[in-house]
């Protein structure tokens, strides 16, 4: 057996300044080797200055790798702090930790952690570098706020349908620039059929007479207003979506990307 590996429990232990933390929402538990300190476990609250400490405790006993369950999404600010301060922190996956035989009642999850990952036995869940996991925080958000715009379109169209103005009906798409034009023009106050038919789009398929007849409905203030508030939180939601992208394409300006995530990119636009 090489000097650098010990026994604890008649099992090789090949982290010998491994720690374990039982991740919570309100604080978290560390344990260590009991071999390294008079306090093996110790409690930490989950606010920033308390992984602070967290990390200064470990740090001075020379703890070199950290395993942590991935917990909900508790783990995150714990494992940015304790990353920043070169420790190794690899994400256990709770079930697989939970189904390593011979588990004793009286053993705490941080101590078990720390048991488990000393001997090796942990598999590290997958952890993207810093700028990937950046992106995917960026590419998530902006396709909840797509379909958070969607839900108003839904909104558009049956304040429409209450007015019986057939527009989603005679256009391909009412966001297109037809029928963004004709909406807007209706919740300004136009009400003229010749001037809203005659901001058809070359490219739109229905012509001048299927929209005026589309058009014809009746204009009441509520389904207006209803059609109004609907158009507002669609363009807050796009504006969102233009911020998201800023924020995404500076993370692939700034970061050696791969060709593949670029046209990822580029196929959600």
């Known amino acids: 057996m090489s000097k650098s590996v010990s026994t604890q429990s008649g099992l090789p232990v090949v982290h010998a300044?491994?720690?374990?933390?039982?991740?919570?929402?309100?604080?978290?538990?560390?344990?260590?080797?009991?071999?390294?300190?008079?306090?093996?476990?110790?409690?930490?609250?989950?606010?920033?200055?308390?992984?602070?400490?967290?990390?200064?405790?470990?740090v001075a006993l020379g703890i070199t790798t950290?395993?942590?369950?991935?917990?909900?999404?508790?783990?995150?600010?714990?494992?940015?702090?304790?990353?920043?301060?070169?420790?190794?922190?690899?994400?256990?996956?709770?079930?697989?930790?939970?189904?390593?035989?011979?588990?004793?009642?009286?053993?705490?999850?941080?101590?078990?952690?720390?048991?488990?990952?000393?001997?090796?036995?942990?598999?590290?869940?997958?952890?993207?570098?810093?700028d990937i996991a950046a992106l995917r925080v960026y590419m998530r958000l902006r396709e909840r706020l797509v379909d958070y715009a969607a839900a108003h379109i839904q909104h558009m169209q049956k304040a429409l349908t209450f007015m019986n103005l057939q527009l989603h009906h005679v256009v391909s798409d009412v966001t297109g620039v037809t029928g963004m034009k004709i909406i807007r023009a209706i919740v300004s106050g136009e009400r003229n059929l010749e001037v809203l038919a005659?901001?058809?789009?070359?490219?739109?398929?229905?012509?001048?007479?299927?929209?005026?007849?589309?058009?014809?409905?009746?204009?009441?203030?509520?389904?207006?207003?209803a059609l109004r508030q609907a158009l507002a939180l669609y363009d807050f939601y796009q504006s969102r979506i233009d911020e998201c992208d800023v924020q995404i394409e500076q993370v692939l300006a700034g970061s050696p990307v791969t060709s593949a995530l670029i046209f990822a990119r580029c196929c959600i636009n």
Request: charged fraction near 25%; glycine fraction near 6%; charge should be positive.
């Open 66 to 130: 950290v395993a942590m369950e991935s917990t909900g999404v508790y783990w995150v600010p714990a494992f940015e702090v304790l990353e920043s301060r070169g420790l190794d922190v690899i994400l256990a996956n709770a079930r697989e930790a939970r189904a390593v035989p011979g588990r004793k009642s009286d053993v705490n999850d941080a101590q078990w952690l720390q048991r488990l990952h000393a001997c090796g036995l942990l598999r590290a869940s997958f952890h993207p570098r810093r």
């Open 198 to 225: 005659t901001m058809r789009d070359v490219r739109c398929k229905a012509n001048t007479e299927t929209l005026r007849g589309a058009l014809t409905g009746n204009y009441q203030p509520e389904h207006v207003f």
């Open 17 to 58: 300044r491994a720690a374990g933390i039982d991740i919570g929402s309100r604080f978290h538990v560390v344990a260590v080797a009991p071999n390294l300190t008079d306090e093996p476990v110790r409690t930490f609250q989950a606010f920033t200055a308390d992984l602070g400490r967290m990390a200064d405790w470990l």
